[in-house]
T-cell receptor, first 112, second 109 residues
Framework: IAGITQAPTSQILAAGRRMTLRCTQD?????MYWYRQDLGLGLRLIHY???????GKGEVPDGYSVSRANTDDFPLTLASAVPSQTSVYFC???????????FGPGTRLTVL | GQNIDQPTEMTATEGAIVQINCTYQ??????LFWYQQHAGEAPTFLSY??LDGLEEKGRFSSFLSRSKGYSYLLLKELQMKDSASYLC??????????WGAGTKLIIKP
């Protein structure tokens, strides 16, 4: 692994289903983030983690949950997907909360 | 509330210079980032300014005026590969990035 990876690349999901988006980084960064990007809007922060074992809510956390069991992994779970969660999801990481954020390739999610 | 404003779209000619402006209103300020995002790809870091003035990095330069809540990204000697969206983001007092919607830059031959 080099940098930050996300899986799956894309997914079509039926409304009401549970889905986990995976994010892994090998840069030993302390902070990790989940964003969603919708056409015409800026990146919006869903959840973040400043260090392993801690998480926080961003601007649009409703309907999403995260965990940070270790430094490398930061999965995002949609407990019961709804069509408004159709979006491109980016995971990012940084050495600390004040440093440059580096982004994964993104997951394109469609909820029908 | 917190807000980042930047033009939606700009067009420029290959070989020319273009300036993309960004104004910000945030609760506290801990720096201003510029990212480049090609269509269908992830944002990639271009520059970071926390002090007033101009930071030059090759063909790209970024300027910050904290008193005016204003930044710009200057791209020189434009190439076709510079066609992308350019995202402005300000780090607020809680050290969260507030993002603009991005400026789509179209380069014409």
């Amino acid at each position: 692994i080099a940098g930050i990876t996300q899986a799956p690349t894309s997914q079509i999901l039926a409304a009401g289903r549970r889905m986990t988006l995976r994010c892994t980084q090998d840069m030993r960064h302390n902070a990790m983030y989940w964003y969603r990007q919708d056409l015409g809007l800026g990146l919006r922060l869903i959840h973040y983690s400043n260090t392993a074992g801690t998480t926080g809510k961003g601007e649009v956390p409703d309907g999403y949950s995260v965990s940070r069991a270790n430094t490398d992994d930061f999965p995002l779970t949609l407990a019961s997907a709804v069509p408004s969660q159709t979006s491109v999801y980016f995971c990012a990481s940084s050495m600390s909360g004040t440093d440059t954020q580096y982004f994964g390739p993104g997951t394109r999610l469609t909820v029908l | 509330g917190q807000n980042i404003d930047q033009p939606t779209e700009m067009t420029a000619t290959e070989g020319a210079i273009v300036q993309i402006n960004c104004t910000y209103q945030t609760s506290g300020f801990n720096g201003l980032f510029w990212y480049q995002q090609h269509a269908g790809e992830a944002p990639t870091f271009l520059s970071y300014n926390v002090l007033d003035g101009l930071e030059e990095k090759g063909r790209f330069s970024s300027f910050l005026s904290r008193s005016k809540g204003y930044s710009y990204l200057l791209l020189k000697e434009l190439q076709m590969k510079d066609s992308a969206s350019y995202l402005c983001a300000a780090l607020d007092s809680n050290y969260q990035l507030i993002w603009g919607a991005g400026t789509k830059l179209i380069i014409k031959p």
